[in-house]
């Protein structure tokens, strides 16, 4: 008899630097634990490098960051550079930060090269659980 491993997405999470707001990330980590996600959490306060070194050593398919302190425009685009000076640009990029990311600041992001930034919009239209499952569906790609 062979038993057929199904892969699991591996998705590092963290709060951004200097960003002590980790309740978001914590209640998302968990679901999409419940989802079948594998979840490397780094916990609140993690530089770029933190996250983008936990990425690549632990074969993640991506990365999910709240940011509500400001300062995400730079952040997120110092890790997908990093990612990219890495040889690690195919780690797709999810974040949010409520409403402290405006909607001109995902739009450059988006095209960035970030994979997406969800919105307060977002949440009232695909719910926690719908931008969870978008985040898991859009990883899901990565795995061979």
Do not use: W
């Not at 609140?44 to 995400?72: L, P």
């Not at 690690?88 to 409403?99: N, V």
């Amino acid at each position: 008899m062979t038993t057929t491993v199904t892969p699991k997405v591996r998705i590092v999470t963290a709060a951004s630097l200097f960003d002590g707001h980790d309740a978001a990330i914590n209640i998302m980590r968990r679901i999409m634990q419940a989802k079948g996600a594998e979840i490397i959490h780094l916990g609140h306060n993690r530089s770029v490098h933190e996250i983008v070194e936990a990425a690549i050593e632990e074969d993640a398919h991506a990365i999910a960051i709240t940011s509500y302190q400001g300062g995400h425009v730079e952040f997120f685009k110092y890790m997908k550079d990093l990612l990219d000076q890495n040889g690690c640009g195919h780690i797709k990029i999810f974040g949010g930060g409520g409403g402290t990311i405006l909607p001109e600041e995902i739009r450059e992001l988006h095209n960035y090269g970030i994979t997406r930034i969800y919105s307060p919009d977002d949440g009232r239209q695909l719910g926690l659980e719908g931008m969870i499952e978008d985040v898991i569906e859009r990883s899901k790609q990565l795995l061979t």
